[in-house]
């Protein structure tokens, strides 16, 4: 057997291999690397296996234990069997290895493999293995910031979240006399629905992928950032047909509240202190003092950062942490800049858009089942192979009372 520095040299040299001529390696020579790297890594587990239980004993011997309590000899199978019942069926390197054949090369899942868990889609598709898919997750939290930030479900689609409206009034009474009674009402709901997030990847893209690390590197990618910014747009103006309904198109803001929650801002009045505290500031209740700005990072550079008060005076904020991360804040209120294609910063906006949102990003609810199924498919109208991921969402703002829409006015 080698050991692991020729083990971990002879990879390497495949992967070079691999990078410089991959294209041109034929099926059969690619078939032979693949069975090689497979048994290299099945070598170098064995030796750290071999080593981790060495360094074990040496640690029980400086204890003082000594080896009075032998480790009993665990056959593979048994080990195999042992780690299979522990962890999760789709996160083990057999499925994972098997997933990147079927996403690469068509090849059908083994049927051992996909029986362990309950599939509720009908095609052939597969179950995305649960570490592409939590790294998935954690990367839409890290990626975009109003993921991070606002609320997240696990409910099923179809359940209804009932608002009490429960504002009783206190009265003076008089000596011997009562009160009229009060009710409450809970008549008001917020629904979510059963909506799919879908995110397709041509075959081209994945087909010179042949190691299991590079398909990790380049699938998990591209198939954030695609989720990452159809979910982010949702959260702000999404219709509600068919995807998440948007704050900035919410009825319940644009209509019932539009007198005292939606704003316009005419372009004197954008640039000046006096403009924002007296329209946008006073609007604030003081219940709803804990929300932040959204706006495009061009509003807050162009016409937020470097303001000043009647006194001359700056009135935003940039400061600068230890990790190197800008922090924005106005008006004593954090803001949270996002790319312009979910809110239009203020000079590309057209008179009557939407240029800045004032909410608490708790407020606003995702729903989904944290799941996702891959699915493989010909398309012979265009002679592609195409991949498909999807993903059940929906989201809309459960309390709309403190969310403020500010608008792009006309020129006075």
Not at 88 to 114: Q, S, W
Not at 289 to 315: L, R, W
Request: proline fraction near 3%; glycine fraction near 6%; aromatic fraction near 6%.
């Amino acid at each position: 057997m080698k050991t692991l520095q020729e083990i971990e040299a002879r990879l390497a040299e495949i992967n070079a291999e691999l990078n410089t001529r991959g294209k041109d390696l034929t099926a059969e020579q690619l078939t032979a690397l693949e069975t090689e790297v497979q048994q290299l890594e099945e070598q170098r587990t064995v030796l750290r296996d071999a080593e981790t239980r060495r360094q074990g004993l040496l640690e029980r011997i400086a204890k003082g234990q000594g080896t009075s309590t032998p480790a009993v000899p665990v056959a593979p199978a048994a080990r195999t069997a042992a780690a299979a019942a522990e962890n999760d069926a789709h996160d083990t390197v057999e499925y994972r290895k098997a997933f990147m054949n079927y996403v690469c090369r068509g090849v059908e899942i083994p049927m051992e493999l996909r029986a362990a868990e309950t599939t509720t889609t009908a095609n052939a598709g597969a179950v995305v293995p649960t570490s592409l898919l939590n790294e998935i997750i954690t990367k839409l939290e890290s990626y975009g910031s109003l993921f991070t930030k606002v609320r997240k479900l696990n409910v099923q689609g179809g359940v209804s979240i009932p608002i009490v409206d429960l504002k009783p009034t206190a009265h003076w009474i008089a000596d011997g006399a009562a009160s009229d009674d009060q009710k409450v009402d809970a008549d008001k709901a917020v629904t979510f629905n059963y909506y799919g997030l879908e995110c397709k990847i041509a075959q081209s893209i994945l087909s010179n992928v042949v190691s299991l690390q590079a398909f990790n590197d380049l699938f998990i990618p591209l198939a954030t950032e695609a989720m990452m910014k159809a979910i982010e747009i949702a959260i702000i103006k999404g219709t509600g047909s068919g995807q998440p309904l948007g704050v900035s198109v919410d009825p319940r803001i644009i209509t019932d509240l539009a007198a005292s929650n939606v704003i316009t801002l005419t372009p004197a009045e954008m640039k000046t202190w006096a403009g924002w505290h007296t329209k946008v500031k006073a609007k604030i209740k003081k219940a709803y003092q804990n929300g932040e700005f959204i706006m495009a990072q061009g509003t807050y550079d162009g016409y937020i950062d470097g303001m000043v008060d009647t006194n001359g005076q700056p009135v935003a904020r940039t400061n600068y942490g230890i990790d190197g991360v800008e922090t924005y804040r106005f008006m004593g209120k954090l803001v949270d800049t996002v790319e312009a294609d979910v809110i239009a910063d203020y000079d590309s906006a057209a008179t009557g858009d939407v240029i800045a949102v004032y909410m608490n990003p708790t407020d606003y609810v995702i729903n989904t089942n944290m799941e996702m199924t891959a699915t493989k498919w010909t398309d012979n109208d265009t002679n592609k192979i195409k991949n498909k991921l999807l993903m059940i969402c929906d989201g809309k703002a459960a309390d709309v009372n403190g969310m403020l829409i500010i608008k792009k006015g006309a020129t006075a």
